[in-house]
T-cell receptor, first 116, second 110 residues
Framework: DTAVSQTPKYLVTQMGNDKSIKCEQNLGHDTMYWYKQDSKKFLKIMFS???????INETVPNRFSPKSPDKAHLNLHINSLELGDSAVYFC???????????????FGPGTRLLVL | GQQLNQSPQSMFIQEGEDVSMNCTSS?????WLWYKQDPGEGPVLLIA?????ELTSNGRLTAQFGITRKDSFLNISASIPSDVGIYFC??????????FGGGTRVLVKP
């Protein structure tokens, strides 16, 4: 069984549209994350939720809005998509946000977003 | 914010070779993690290090948490073709978030 899963794997859409990416983890972890990986493969954290509470909110346009309905899910909604939003978005989870082994992050397979 | 420099940016391997890559930070880290990303996949955890000086192996991979707590290295022994991919280090200073290095792209020598 997949530990961290994301849907969809591929998303192709027009500029200006609104889209959502979903993430689920079945590891029983308390903390979930969204990362953006650009064309140069650089991984940058966007958001982190711990027990459904927003912990990390990096300098991300407010067109991006994460939502955590429960500990096992963290979704990412993007409004008014722009060309520069094209990237691979990774969800990750960890047992806790701090604390040695508990903070080790496990990644999903990624969602490849292409904005035309 | 803290800087995390990973080198080399890319390397070519020949089957059977031992290769090494490292990460250095501008601040003291409490955690070092090494991940591998295959094309079209998410990063997969290879080795996690939590104490200065810690040396940990995972098969042909060995990683060490530098004694100064500002660096870590990853060694791959006896390379095989499936070692190709992007290797990322990630580190976390006390009270701060995990930061990723820029990755080391491992390619096969033509």
């Amino acid at each position: 069984d997949t530990a961290v899963s994301q849907t969809p794997k591929y998303l192709v859409t027009q500029m200006g549209n609104d889209k959502s990416i979903k993430c689920e983890q079945n590891l029983g972890h308390d903390t979930m994350y969204w990362y953006k990986q650009d064309s140069k493969k650089f991984l940058k954290i966007m958001f982190s939720y711990n027990n459904k509470e927003l912990i990390i909110n990096e300098t991300v346009p407010n067109r991006f809005s994460p939502k955590s309905p429960d500990k096992a899910h963290l979704n990412l909604h993007i409004n008014s998509l722009e060309l520069g939003d094209s990237a691979v978005y990774f969800c990750a989870s960890s047992q806790a946000i701090w604390g040695g082994k508990q903070e080790t992050q496990y990644f999903g397979p990624g969602t490849r977003l292409l904005v035309l | 914010g803290q800087q995390l420099n990973q080198s080399p940016q890319s390397m070519f391997i020949q089957e059977g070779e031992d290769v090494s890559m490292n990460c250095t930070s501008s601040s003291i880290f409490n955690t070092w993690l090494w991940y591998k990303q295959d094309p079209g996949e998410g990063p997969v955890l290879l080795i996690a290090l939590y104490k200065a000086g810690e040396l940990t192996s995972n098969g042909r991979l060995t990683a060490q948490f530098g004694i100064t707590r500002k660096d870590s290295f990853l060694n791959i022994s006896a390379s095989i073709p499936s070692d190709v991919g992007i290797y990322f280090c990630a580190g976390r200073p006390a009270g701060n978030k995990l930061t990723f290095g820029g990755g080391t792209r491992v390619l096969v020598k033509p």
